[in-house]
T-cell receptor, first 115, second 110 residues
Framework: DVKVTQSSRYLVKRTGEKVFLECVQD?????MFWYRQDPGLGLRLIYF???????EKGDIPEGYSVSREKKERFSLILESASTNQTSMYLC??????????????FGAGTRLSVL | SQQGEEDPQALSIQEGENATMNCSYK?????LQWYRQNSGRGLVHLIL?????REKHSGRLRVTLDTSKKSSSLLITASRAADTASYFC??????????FGAGTRLFVKA
């Protein structure tokens, strides 16, 4: 079974803090994704990576950065947390390149509150 | 703008009844997928239907795809209380990105 593990289920941070959200997958997947999920808006893609050290902006990258130094690990960084970044963050991974089915496997999510 | 939009936003049924959720999308797709999310958890992939397929079954799930209408439906037969969750359609246009809709919240009353 594919396992995608997010380091924290719940996180409370203060405005202006630098926040790291970690995600690890154990299936040797090439692709990894970070989404945020807000009520009524569904999942919105923040960043994705299709290879080590490669990253692409998603639909809402502002205020975020990512790091992928190893194939199994994809980190989301909030450089200076703000209250509008309070949300559920979901990490996912998938195998294959473009043209593949891109079935995504998700972690359990990190609920981040910025006070 | 969202590629996939589910309808209805919320659905409440009795155990044993069938549940039907619909999804509409805007552009040509490679495949359409349905995912399930239990409250406060990550999404779990349920079923994938390719653009050249019209219907697909998996256990109590039946998915249809009408590419001329750019729409899909998910039918869950003989619903159980454990089916209570949010259901999302997701479209893949051939690149790395999969675009998710806002979801349908299903509540199955025991």
């Amino acid at each position: 079974d594919v396992k995608v593990t997010q380091s924290s289920r719940y996180l409370v941070k203060r405005t202006g803090e630098k926040v790291f959200l970690e995600c690890v997958q154990d299936m040797d997947h090439e692709n990894m994704f970070w989404y945020r999920q807000d009520p009524g808006l569904g999942l919105r893609l923040i960043y994705f990576s299709y290879d080590v050290k490669m990253k692409e902006k998603g639909d809402i990258p502002e205020g975020y950065s990512v790091s992928r130094e190893k194939k199994e690990r994809f980190s989301l960084i909030l450089e200076s947390a703000s209250t509008n970044q309070t949300s559920m963050y979901l990490c996912a991974s998938s195998s294959g390149g473009t043209g593949f089915e891109n079935i995504q496997y998700f972690g359990a999510g990190t609920r981040l509150s910025v006070l | 703008s969202q590629q996939g939009e589910e309808d209805p936003q919320a659905l409440s049924i009795q155990e044993g009844e069938n549940a039907t959720m619909n999804c509409s999308y805007k552009t040509s797709i490679n495949n359409l997928q349905w995912y399930r999310q239990n409250s406060g958890r990550g999404l779990v992939h349920l079923i994938l239907i390719r653009s050249n397929e019209r219907e697909k079954h998996s256990g109590r799930l039946r998915v249809t795809l009408d590419t001329s209408k750019k729409s899909s439906s998910l039918l869950i037969t003989a619903s159980r209380a454990a089916d209570t969750a949010s259901y999302f359609c997701a479209t893949n246009t051939g690149g790395f990105k999969t675009i998710f809709g806002a979801g349908t919240r299903l509540f199955v009353k025991a």
